[in-house]
Every structure is written in structure tokens, then in C-alpha cells.
């Protein structure tokens, strides 16, 4: 069965600190994706990054970084120098290859404080 | 501009009462999905639908119907059988047998029992 595990419900950090949201996922596919999206206070969720099973690289976007560890079975996103804009709710998410549902963890929420 | 609308953005029900939340997306989305929203709960899954005239239940479909008459359109019916639905209601779709490319979320509806 595929699970997804956000073990950090809240997390509170000074602006420009860094911040590092975990992510830890259980599938029996060898095929998967994982993606994070983002849920600002307005509720719609607003899709960040996308990534494959056969692809460890670590990927940058600005003052974003995920970190994809298949041995672990982790897929981490690191917030470098937070802003406030970035409070909000994180959620991580997989699908497998076979199905087209995609599972959500709980959710991070995040505050960043100015 | 391309999405999802769901309207309306609050809807008060009373006890006993079936209401309908309204989904309707003009990406060209074969799929489209209904997901509930609890506080710390992350997102569940209702029901979806790969077609048009065709859906299957979720994880949490009692209590909850739908339909799928058109390709842009799958409205959700909060039934009164739903013994606890207040709760933030979100639609999305993608491309049949896409899922691997993530979701397009509409902005939700937060529907509260009165």
C-alpha cells in the first residue's frame, strides 16, 4: 500500500531563516512520482515540483531545493532564506504508475514569523 | 485563462439538506477528482472519474454522490447522509493517464452545517 508521512504538523521559523519540511513515503512500485504543492491561506493548491522514481537528482528552484533520497525513501523541501509569503500548508504526495489517484500526506503548516 | 472553478466559495447547509458543490474545468481534463479537507487530515479522496458517464468511490465516498454528464463538468452532491460535512471541498483534474504530472486544483469550497 503507498503512504505518505509528514511527521512535522507545524513548524514556526524567523524570516530568512531556512527551513526543511520532511517527507517520507512507502510504495511496493518501483515506478512512482512525488510532488509537493503548496496551500496559501486562499485554499487552492498550487502545484511546486514533480519528481520520478529513477531520478535522484536534487533540484533547485530559486530559493527552493528538494532533496530525493530513494534510499531512505525520503523526498525532503528546503526553503533557503524563508519570507513570510512563504506561510502556508505543504503537502508531499505520491502516485504510483499504475494509478492514477494521487495520495497526500497530512500537510506541514509553516508560519513564518517576520 | 485555463482552470478549474468551483463554486460557490462558502455554502451553509442545514441538518437534513442536500446541497451541491459545482466543479467545472476548461483545461480539457479527462479526469477529474473530489477531495475533502479536515484540519490536520490532509486531503481524502471522495470520488473521481476518468470519463465522461463513469466514476468510482474514493476512500470516503458514503454519504457523498456525483455525476459526469459532461467532460467539464463533475458537480459533487453533499448528501444527508453525510453525518459530519463541514468541511473545505476541493476538485482537480489532469489528463487521463497522466496523474504522474500532478493535479490542477480548483480554489475550494468550504461548506459549514448550520
Known amino acids: 500500500a503507498q503512504k505518505v508521512t509528514q511527521a512535522q504538523t507545524e513548524i514556526s521559523v524567523v524570516e530568512k531563516e531556512d527551513v526543511t519540511l520532511d517527507c517520507v513515503y512507502e510504495t511496493r512500485d518501483t515506478t512512482y512520482y512525488l510532488f509537493w504543492y503548496k496551500q496559501p491561506p486562499s485554499g487552492e493548491l498550487v502545484f511546486l515540483i514533480r519528481r520520478n522514481s529513477f531520478d535522484e537528482q536534487n533540484e533547485i528552484s530559486g530559493r527552493y531545493s528538494w532533496n530525493f533520497q530513494k534510499s531512505t525513501s525520503s523526498f525532503n523541501f528546503t526553503i533557503t532564506a524563508s519570507q513570510v509569503v512563504d506561510s502556508a500548508v505543504y503537502f508531499c504526495a505520491l502516485s504510483e504508475a499504475r494509478d492514477d489517484k494521487i495520495i497526500f500526506g497530512k500537510g506541514t503548516r509553516l508560519h513564518i514569523l517576520p | 485563462d485555463g482552470g478549474i472553478t468551483q463554486s460557490p466559495k462558502y455554502l451553509f447547509r442545514k441538518e437534513g439538506q442536500n446541497v451541491t458543490l459545482s466543479c467545472e474545468q476548461n483545461?480539457?481534463?479527462?479526469?477529474m477528482y473530489w477531495y475533502r479537507q479536515d484540519p490536520g487530515q490532509g486531503l481524502r479522496l471522495i470520488y473521481y472519474?476518468?470519463?465522461?458517464?463513469?466514476?468510482q468511490k474514493g476512500d470516503i465516498a458514503e454519504g457523498y454522490s456525483v455525476s459526469r454528464e459532461k467532460k467539464e463538468s463533475f458537480p459533487l452532491t453533499v448528501t444527508s447522509a453525510q453525518k459530519n460535512p463541514t468541511a473545505f471541498y476541493l476538485c482537480?483534474?489532469?489528463?487521463?493517464?497522466?496523474?504522474?504530472?500532478?493535479?490542477?486544483f480548483g480554489s475550494g469550497t468550504r461548506l459549514t452545517v448550520v
Open positions: 483545461l480539457n481534463h479527462d479526469a
Open positions: 472519474s476518468q470519463i465522461v458517464n463513469d466514476f
Open positions: 482537480a483534474s489532469q489528463t487521463q493517464g497522466k496523474a504522474n504530472y500532478g493535479y490542477t
